[in-house]
T-cell receptor, first 114, second 118 residues
Framework: AQSVTQLGSHVSVSEGALVLLRCNYS??????LFWYVQYPNQGLQLLLK??????LVKGINGFEAEFKKSETSFHLTKPSAHMSDAAEYFC????????????FGQGTELSVKP | DAGVIQSPRHEVTEMGQEVTLRCKPI?????LFWYRQTMMRGLELLIY????????DSGMPEDRFSAKMPNASFSTLKIQPSEPRDSAVYFC????????????????FGPGTRLTVL
């Protein structure tokens, strides 16, 4: 069965600092991996996704993530945090033949200090 | 495009009452998903439809919950009777079918309905 673990329910960084949000997955077949962001009182929106091909995936707002099969990880990074990055971030996994069903992690709340 | 539309945005009701949440997916999208978000359980998939047909309802908590998709542009999630533990934010999401590989599709989320059951 698929599962996603996000390490750290809360992460706090200073503006301009590196952002690193951790995600590990469990899947019996090659996974498809997603990062979504949720701003307060809004729905989720896609940041980036890995399906096949290049393992380093670039997304919106300067975020990127690297799929590492050997580590079953898909960590999200951004070189320099901005105040507007404060939000909740969700890692998710899906597999073929699941009709598009996503399994989400518990989420990581990112705070950015001035 | 207007995006996924959900109504109402906020609903406050009393225990035992029937609650109906509504969703209009993005035009042309073939898959629709209902999620529930709570502090305790995070984001849970309740049910999803492909081409208006329910595919997996294993996440529906109990028989008090039901969902329908009578056509490609409308879906409802009904709770009857409602209980305080149903209080949560309910999201609807839709996704297109790109080349048949729906598992790689991006899901587009609505703004959610915040349900409070007193």
């Amino acid at each position: 069965a698929q599962s996603v673990t996000q390490l750290g329910s809360h992460v706090s960084v200073s503006e301009g600092a590196l952002v690193l949000l951790r995600c590990n997955y469990s899947s019996s077949v090659p996974p498809y991996l997603f990062w979504y962001v949720q701003y307060p009182n809004q729905g989720l929106q896609l940041l980036l996704k890995y399906t096949t091909g290049a393992t380093l995936v670039k997304g919106i707002n300067g975020f990127e993530a690297e799929f590492k099969k050997s580590e079953t990880s898909f960590h999200l990074t951004k070189p320099s945090a901005h105040m507007s990055d404060a939000a909740e971030y969700f890692c998710a996994v899906s597999e073929d033949n699941q009709g598009g069903k996503l399994i989400f992690g518990q989420g990581t709340e990112l705070s950015v200090k001035p | 495009d207007a995006g996924v539309i959900q109504s109402p945005r906020h609903e406050v009701t009393e225990m035992g009452q029937e609650v109906t949440l509504r969703c209009k997916p993005i035009s042309g999208h073939n898959s629709l998903f209902w999620y529930r978000q709570t502090m305790m359980r995070g984001l849970e998939l309740l049910i999803y439809f492909n081409n208006n047909v329910p595919i997996d309802d294993s996440g529906m908590p109990e028989d008090r919950f039901s969902a329908k998709m009578p056509n490609a542009s409308f879906s409802t999630l009904k709770i009857q009777p409602s209980e305080p533990r149903d209080s949560a934010v309910y999201f609807c999401a839709s996704s297109p079918r790109v080349g048949g590989a729906v598992s790689t599709d991006t899901q587009y989320f609505g703004p959610g309905t915040r349900l409070t059951v007193l």
